[in-house]
Nanobody
C-alpha cells in the first residue's frame, strides 16, 4: 500500500511560482511512475505531468509545457511539481498519483494510488 500526501499549494498571483511536493509512505516509490493531475471546479480531473520510475523520463500535457517541471528524489520518496508563470486557468486542486503500469502515464485509470490533493489558486 502506498500513501501519498501533497503539500505546497496556496494562493499566488498570476506570473508567480509554486512548488508542489508529494511525499510517499508505506512503500518505496522507486518502482512506480508518478503523475500529477488537476481538477478545476466543474471539470474532470486531467493529466498535468508524469515521470517514469526507471529512466526518469518526463511527460507533460501541452498546456503546461515550458512552465512546469516534474522531478523526483527516490531517496526521499518524494515527487515535486515546479510550476512557473502561473495563470488563473491553472487554478485547481492538484493531485499526486502513483502507478506501476508502464507507458500509460497520461491516463487517470492507470494510477492506483492517489493523494488527497492540494489547492492551487492563481489570482489575476
Amino acid at each position: 500500500q502506498v500513501r501519498l500526501v501533497e503539500s505546497g499549494g496556496g494562493l499566488v498571483q498570476a506570473g508567480g511560482s509554486l512548488r508542489l511536493s508529494c511525499a510517499a509512505s508505506g512503500r518505496s516509490l522507486s518502482s512506480y511512475a508518478m503523475g500529477w493531475f488537476r481538477q478545476a471546479p466543474g471539470k474532470e480531473r486531467e493529466f498535468v505531468a508524469a515521470i517514469s520510475w526507471g529512466s526518469g523520463n518526463t511527460y507533460y500535457t501541452d498546456f503546461v509545457k515550458g512552465r512546469v517541471t516534474i522531478s523526483r528524489v527516490n531517496a526521499k520518496n518524494t515527487v515535486y511539481l515546479q510550476m512557473n508563470s502561473l495563470k488563473p486557468e491553472d487554478t485547481a486542486v492538484y493531485y499526486c498519483a502513483a502507478t506501476d503500469l508502464g507507458g500509460r502515464y497520461y491516463y487517470r485509470d492507470a494510477y492506483g494510488y492517489w493523494g488527497q490533493g492540494t489547492q492551487v489558486t492563481v489570482s489575476s
